[in-house]
């Protein structure tokens, strides 16, 4: 009977908001006033002590932002939002920029305490094996706070800093790949990014560099009416390898905020990037009130020969995920890989998938996907598979699965699979089930209750995807899993 | 991405105005109100293009270049009609867009009754797609066929559409009534004058009532040069078994449309096609396969060969509403690239709203399987011949699911005689 009585507790305790990254950091911060115009352009660049080749770019993006429309076609619904009304800028308040850790504000590093990311570099190399380290550079807000693990990521030649840092420091590297993936008018929210990204990660490996350790960064959203714009970028340099995790949270408020990022990843002859994401953005409460709107333009070019590129995301959060990691396959023999968890829950509304772009000859893709959708939830799974005329011999393998959990949800599939040279071989599957009676009736015969019996058997339906995390990602993503579909069942 | 520019109107949509204009000027036109109303509709939306996602990969707006004059009444030999090939049937005849009673059987036929129409139908689907919009309010004629409840018809029904003359176009709407318990065949062909350039549009309604049993088969063989536009609006009550298959093999542009909605329990709707396409055609089926109610079964499985430049267009959209729990809905596209310049674009959709629900579907794309074709040679048949016993083997398994014996013999021969695979043989 205690056993009986622990579940209910845990799930009257769950019952409300499982949500346990809501807190509010209480922090003064700077803020540009609301609204976009090209003054507010120019405030975020110069805060940024940016080049004036930077402000044109960002000015140019701007000017094509405001021809362009807001984009209708995914599945998800809500209301307009109003772009004047957003901070486009805050930063925690601080007096020079950190020069180290200890100058960081406290209250931030408490934050990221809580959250469970240990900056402090002592604490880790107390703590962890050495082969288990990470870099971690922190976002918050829009600006980037601390970046560990510099100094002995420089001795290996990789450059991990804030992208406001690379821009003043290595602008050769910048003005080279900044917008060669994702250009500039790309797509509205990308367009808008690219005039108003006030921090993210950079990233570069030199040729033949393994880099020494994962990196990471980790984004937090704390201020209320603003919109979070990272931009991230990532290039492999000949035959490199670089593992990158990124993880974001939010607090709980009840108006939507935005946070609009690209990324971008270069691989070149050779390299190989794996880019994992555990997204858990606030989802909104029980009634679909707040949360975020992640939209999302993710995308990675194989240049040249045998290069790799491999995404990995487990999407928990977001009231609103519009996102499709991509793999551009331009180099021969190149490989690009989607692996994906997108769990739905309550009113969240996920429209995500990916694109394989086959150009090269002999490339290669795969494509695992794994929806669940729970409570009133809806979740769409698009994805492209296309080959160009000259991808001779380009193979695509695709499967995606649908998991429904409660008979208010919907879980659809939207594939667009082009084919314009006979040696490509595609091949894609999908199905949509619901988890059997036999399963919960074989799990339940064996003592297990409904909630384990459904975090066992979803477990099982996403492992394919879970191997591909690194490990200590893998762990905090099996967690994630089974509280975001706390209380779906019953 | 950019701001909407205004759309200017193309030839063919200047033309399409002026037809229309002339044909509503007549005082003899029946139904006008209707008519006006499609034509709003069509000219609210102009001919599809590839921003509208329904037709994105079947570009209508450059494809059609221009419209042409509306087909004249007239009454072609009968001797050039082919229909179903020979087979002893039931022959309803329309030509260009007209029902024609002179190339029809005469006698009656138990449970069966065929009435001419001004084609112009009062149906939801009129205002859904541009294409249905343009038939409604040029229509030219139309015929409604009527099965009495628990007919059990012997022979085929035939329904043979003709296209007389070059640089026409015809409108034809037909409505189709299947009684409670009837068991029938339809065998319909869309065909014309050989090499002529002209357009055909045709829309059909068919609605099967509860426990019928209907196989209809659709044959088109336009001239190679030809536009050819079809959409069927399908409703099917309980307990139905109704077993749908495409031949498409002519038209240098083609598109069927099928909007099927699964309205009472426990029916069974099968929906099949095989696509042979070569030179510089354009083929493109389009369903939506709408599950409303609990325990109904679907099955979508189309195979596609492509050789040359031409092109294949598949999409597929099975939707689950949330009362349609114990849905069973399987879709299987597979297609064979022949040659280094022929295309296929697919997108089966899912849209699913229940939960205790299997759903599935597949697609392949590729060319002949390497290991296959080895297999063969190594046995002495020449690659040429390889190659067509091994397409018409992956096209054969599609035919036989049809499961109506006269049809697959039908099939195959079709199928067969577009390989040119008997010549092989003799060789």
Redesign the interface.
Known sequence: MAAVQETIDQVKAIDVDQYKYGFVTDIESELAPKGLNEDIVAYISAKKDEPEWMLNWRLEAFRRWK???E?T?ARVDYPKIDFEDLHYYAAPKKREGPKSLDEVDPEILDTYKKLGIPLSEQEILAGVAPENRVAVDAVFDSVSVATTFKEELAKAGVIFCPISEAIREHPELVQKYLGSVVPV?D??YATLNSAVFSDGSFVYIPPGVRCPMELSTYFRINEPNTGQFERTLIIADKGSYVSYLEGCTAPQRDENQLHAAVVELVALEDAQIKYSTVQNWYPGDADGKGGIYNFVTKRGDCREKNSKISWTQVETGSAITWKYPSCILRGDNSQGEFYSIAISNGHQQIDSGTKMIHLGKNTSSRIISKGISAGVSQNTYRGQVSAH?KASNARNFTQCD?L???????????????????????????????ISDDQMFYCQARGLDDEEAVALIVNGFVRDVIQQLPMEFAVEAQKLISISLEGSVG | ????AKIQETKAEQSLDAQFNALIAEKTQTNANQRKQAWDAFKAKGIPHRRV?EWHYTDLRTKMRDAFALAPTCVPKADVLQGAGGLESYRIAIVNGRFAPELSSNQELDGLTVTATDGVVSSELASKDAMISLNQALVQGGISIEVAANAKIEKPIEIVRYTDGADVSSYASTCVEIGAGANVLFIESFEGENGADYQSNAFTEIKVGDEADVHWLKLQVESQKAQHIETLGIELGAKVNFQHFIYNEGSSLSRAQLFVELKGEGTHAGLRGISLLQDQQHADITLYVNHAVPECESREYYRTVVDDKARAVFQGKIIVE?AA?KTDGQMMIK?L???????????????????????????????IDEDLLFYLTARGIPEAQARKILILAFLSEAVEEFEEERCVELLEAMTRKWLHADEMVSE
């Open positions: 021809t362009m429309e984009p076609w008018s797509n509205f005329r649908s429904l959990i409660g008979d208010k949800c919907g879980a659809h599939t939207v594939p667009y699979i082009e084919s314009k040279n006979s040696t490509a071989v595609f091949e894609h599957e999908a199905t949509t089930s619901k | 991405m950019n701001a909407p996602e949330p729990q297609s690239l022949l040659s280094d310049a022929a295309e296929i674009n697919a997108k089966p959709e899912l849209e699913i709203f229940a939960d205790d629900v299997q759903c599935a579907h597949g697609s392949t794309t590729g060319d």
